[in-house]
């Protein structure tokens, strides 16, 4: 390189690094939003509900969870034909579930994945994969 | 000349970077105090909504119950803010509301409403009990007096929470009625060592006994633990410093990683 | 001048400038590893706490205070409090009236009560001290331990290893003691400019003050042999070895402590 060119270059990158120390911090955080007006909280059944009404058809996926994932903590003692049954079922019940309303999808699909996902592992394991 | 004059134009200005590292720093942070290890600020949707964020504290709460009924059958994520709670989750009943209804009862108390309706003057004191950061709060159950029983720990709380359990001195609850599914007790998993790769560590025993007294199986298979193979993943500490495997819960509210011999424990022969 | 190469000069000025003054000048030991603590002591209207490090070295290890105590290794972010002295943290962990140092008893830090002595004792801590007389102390303490390095400040690692001084390590309702890990491996760090000396890091010299834990992971995070990447600008910057090095250990002035391999 030539020497104006070198001298170019130098005076660059000195320009250039003491703008970038220069640059200023992100600006302060904004100031909090004002409270959004409640929304009434929806209800979660606690009774069950008169069969045949859709609120029925919502507790049966309930019913059909608890008895699928009431035995994670056996995974290690069932067959794999077991854990392939239920590993089944988890995935019918997944409609029913990503069917709720919003939090109790999101809390219930994630225990579902959870359920479904550690019958898959104690299979997979078993099978040596 | 012109060499020297240029190599000494580049030295001022690579040392601009060391300069500007004065100000940062990697230096070793302070220990938590005792009642603050574990401790969680939750932020998702507190300052949108105009109040604190949300200061918790896990020692309280993983005395009287596992782990696995907070983040498995209440569903809570396993890092900050992951979940996003918001108030209306709340006063419907889940995540903290499951329990903090005002009508559950532990220890023959009622637990506190959280994010309930009522006059503002009767639930403003309720709020900063959780939105707290930045207030100053003085909680209801005193850290030095609830723990003053309990074993001693190394770090951390202080406290050896899994002595305290094995003795019977706390007895975490893993069943929430309504919410958690009737389980049958867990088949026994044998306990397996862990080889370091640093020659000259003692080997790691893993225990799976004493893990599942608070974490059931699916909190640790297959999110955190995937492998179906022993033997086929490799965990590397700085992963594990990272927050990764073992680090999901022992870089933040399980014994920390500081007390090394307490996972490397069989010395090699 | 000889011997140093096409760059030479131009890198001996590079390293002449670019360090941070605490890698230039030469500090008298007596104030070396001095520390101002002062997150709430002047908006409390106390003169801030100056710690000399020199004291506490001799008796202590660096990790009883650093890990089992629990203070951090950066200057004011400890956040120490009248209020957290007096719930038995940081300094209050011993020095809180009751606990005795080799059989003689440690002053109240923080005290609450109006009396003597132990009303008398917030000055042992918060003021500045004669400098006269902390020179004199300095001296009086040193006189016979080995000294080394540019500012002829106590040798350290010599003095605990001839039994001159004897750190303890365990402090009872602060410590609980562990097994000992055996951990004797020395540490190569190949040096980047031709010119200098590799560095021979020994685990064993340093795991005499400091455990396992003072240095693991929050300085030295694991790292794959060989990966770590240490330069001159970020040790004098107070990053990786300079954590310590830079501020209360032996200072980097003293080259030939680390870099002691011969260049081949």
């Known amino acids: 390189m030539r020497r104006t060119g070198r001298t170019f270059l130098g005076a660059a990158v000195a320009a250039g690094l003491a703008a970038a120390l220069l ?61 392939r049954a239920l590993v089944a079922r988890c995935d019918k019940l997944k409609p029913a579930v990503d069917a709720l309303d919003e939090t109790e999808r999101k809390v219930a699909s994630r225990r579902l994945r959870e359920c479904r996902n550690l019958y898959q592992f104690v299979l997979e394991s078993r099978d040596g994969r | 000349m012109k060499r020297l004059g240029i190599a000494t134009v580049a030295v001022l200005v690579l040392s601009l970077p060391a300069l500007a590292h004065a100000e940062q720093t990697s230096g070793k942070k302070r220990r938590p105090l005792p009642p603050e290890f574990g401790r969680v600020v939750l932020d998702a949707e507190s300052k949108k909504a105009g109040v604190p964020p949300v200061v918790f ?14 983040h498995v059958d209440i569903g809570f994520a396993m890092t900050a803010n992951g979940t996003k709670v918001k108030a209306a989750d709340n006063a419907a009943g889940f995540y903290c509301g499951a329990c903090h209804d005002g009508k559950r009862v532990t220890d023959g108390r009622k637990i506190f409403d959280s994010c309930g309706k009522g006059s503002p003057q009767e639930v403003r004191g309720t709020c900063l009990r959780c939105h707290s950061q930045g207030k100053n709060v003085v909680p209801q159950v005193d850290f030095v007096a609830f723990t003053k029983g309990l074993p001693k720990g190394r770090l951390g709380n202080g406290v ?23 389980r049958k007790s867990l088949t026994a998993q044998k306990d397996f060592a862990l080889s370091p790769k640093l020659e000259g560590m003692p080997e790691i025993i893993f225990s799976h006994s004493k893990h599942t007294v608070w974490n059931g199986c699916e909190l640790c298979h297959p999110e955190i633990f995937g492998a179906v193979k022993k033997g086929s993943v490799k965990y590397t500490m700085s992963e594990i410093f990272d927050g990764k495997y073992c680090g999901v819960c022992h870089v933040t509210v399980a014994f920390p990683m500081q007390d090394c011999q307490r996972c490397h424990a069989k010395p090699v022969k | 001048m000889p011997g140093l190469g096409r760059f030479g000069l131009p890198a001996l000025v590079a390293v002449a400038v670019a360090f941070p003054s605490s890698a230039r000048h030469v500090v008298p030991p007596d104030r070396s590893g001095r520390v101002v603590l002062d997150n709430f002591s002047s908006a409390a209207q106390v003169p801030p706490v100056p710690f000399d490090h020199w004291r506490h070295r001799a008796m202590f290890t660096c990790r009883l205070c650093h890990v089992d105590v629990g203070f951090a290794m950066e200057a004011g972010a400890t956040k120490v409090s009248a209020a957290t002295n007096r719930a038995g943290f940081h300094c ?74 004897q750190p303890l390590d365990f402090m009872e309702g602060v410590s609980i003691a562990r097994p000992p890990l055996a951990m004797d491996r020395d540490v190569v760090i190949p040096s980047k400019v031709r010119w200098m000396a590799e560095v021979r890091f020994s685990h064993k010299k340093h795991a005499v003050w400091n455990g396992c ?30 954590v310590c090095h830079a501020t209360v250990a032996f200072p980097m002035a003293d080259c030939e402590r680390c870099h002691v391999k011969p260049v081949r």
Do not use: N
């Not at chain 1, 929806?42 to 069950?48: F, G, L, N, S």
């Not at chain 3, 004669?130 to 102390?137: F, G, I, S, T, V």
């Not at chain 3, 300085?219 to 990053?239: N, R, V």
């Open chain 2, 160 to 182: 050896d929470w899994e002595l305290a359990e094995e003795k019977g001195l706390i007895k975490p609850i893993d069943f929430l009625e309504g919410v958690s599914v009737p």
């Open chain 1, 23 to 83: 640059a200023g911090r992100p600006a302060a955080a904004q100031a909090p939003a004002k409270a959004p007006p409640p929304s009434p909280a929806p209800a979660r059944a606690k009774e069950p509900s008169p069969a045949g009404s859709p609120a029925a058809a919502k507790d049966a996926w309930k019913r059909e969870f608890e008895d699928v994932c009431a035995k994670t903590q056996d995974a290690m003692s069932l067959t794999s034909e077991e854990l």
């Open chain 3, 213 to 242: 834990e003072a240095c693991h992971p929050d300085i030295f995070p694991a790292t794959k042999a060989g990966t770590a990447k240490h330069s001159m600008f970020q040790l004098s910057s107070g990053e990786s070895c300079g």
């Open chain 2, 57 to 70: 504290d896990h020692w309280l709460h993983r005395s009287k119950y596992t782990c696995r009924l907070c």
């Open chain 3, 92 to 165: 209050g962990a011993c020095h809180d009236g009751k606990k005795t140092h080799r059989g003689k008893p440690v002053f109240a830090s923080c005290s609450e009560s109006r009396e003597l002595p132990a009303a008398g004792t917030c000055g042992r801590c918060h003021g500045a001290g004669d400098p006269a007389r902390l020179q004199r102390d300095y001296e009086a303490f040193a006189r016979d331990l080995p000294r080394k390095g540019i500012a002829r400040g106590v040798d350290w690692e010599a003095a605990e290893a001839q039994g001159k001084v």
